[in-house]
């Protein structure tokens, strides 16, 4: 097992609501990195955050927001939910925000929009 | 064009054979590459990382070639147990981000 734990496993929203899913790093891991991932795709990266700043984002737009507190935990809020917002999202706690560092995977949240 | 290409198979091979996938990528200004397995509805889990002279870990041996920009996997001795989705991970423009290919399915065969 990674270290890396994220809640709920499985979630089921009405469009338009709001959702927070929550992710804790492991040991040590400075930096947590949150992605979608669609059926049959690969992940989408949706942003970074590198002692609790944002360090980088992907192409999602600002309804997709997040967080990192001071013990490196963080969440991803998504508002104004839609039907294509379904999908499994991965966090990922890696040491420093540098690329190459390897990235450990919590076991993801399956959200469905109904 | 897709950043990261992949066949995205399935590959059917028998318990034993060799089996390689390749991967392209499209920015030229790539340092990092990795190959992520993902068992189904699990999360990816560090396979290998690629090495620009090419690297071996048991019966995975990975290759890079920057000329041609596109990296490989080659599993010998397939086992039951490589059945799963190989994903091809290369970095983006800035240092934070990860570029992941959709992935190759595997499956092999008793």
């Known amino acids: 097992e990674t270290g890396v734990t994220q809640s709920p496993t499985h979630l089921i929203k009405t469009r338009g609501q709001q959702v927070t899913l929550r992710c804790s790093s492991q040991s040590g891991h400075n930096t947590v990195s949150w992605y979608q991932q669609a059926l049959g795709q690969g992940p989408q990266f949706i942003f970074q955050?590198?002692?609790?700043?944002?360090?980088g984002r992907g192409n999602f737009p600002p309804r997709f927001s997040g967080l990192q507190f001071p013990n490196y935990s963080s969440e991803l809020n998504v508002n104004a939910l839609e039907l294509d917002d379904s999908a499994l999202y991965l966090c990922?706690?890696?040491?420093?925000?540098?690329?190459?560092?390897?990235?450990?995977f919590g076991q993801g949240t399956r959200l469905t929009v109904v | 064009r897709k950043e990261v290409e992949q066949d995205p198979g399935p590959f059917n091979v028998p318990e034993g054979a060799t089996v390689a996938f390749n991967c392209t990528y499209s920015n030229s200004a790539s340092q990092s590459f990795f190959w992520y397995r993902q068992d189904c509805r699990k999360e990816p889990k560090l396979l290998m990382s690629v090495y620009s002279s090419g690297n071996e870990d048991g019966r995975f041996t990975a290759q890079l070639n920057r000329a041609s920009q596109y990296i490989s996997l080659l599993i010998r001795d397939s086992k039951l147990s490589d059945s799963a989705t190989y994903l091809c991970v290369v970095s983006g423009d800035s240092n934070y981000q990860l570029i992941w290919g959709a992935g190759t399915k595997l499956i092999i065969k008793p």
């Open positions: 955050y590198y002692r609790e700043e944002e360090n």
């Open positions: 990922a706690s890696s040491l420093q925000g540098i690329v190459g560092t390897e990235a450990f």
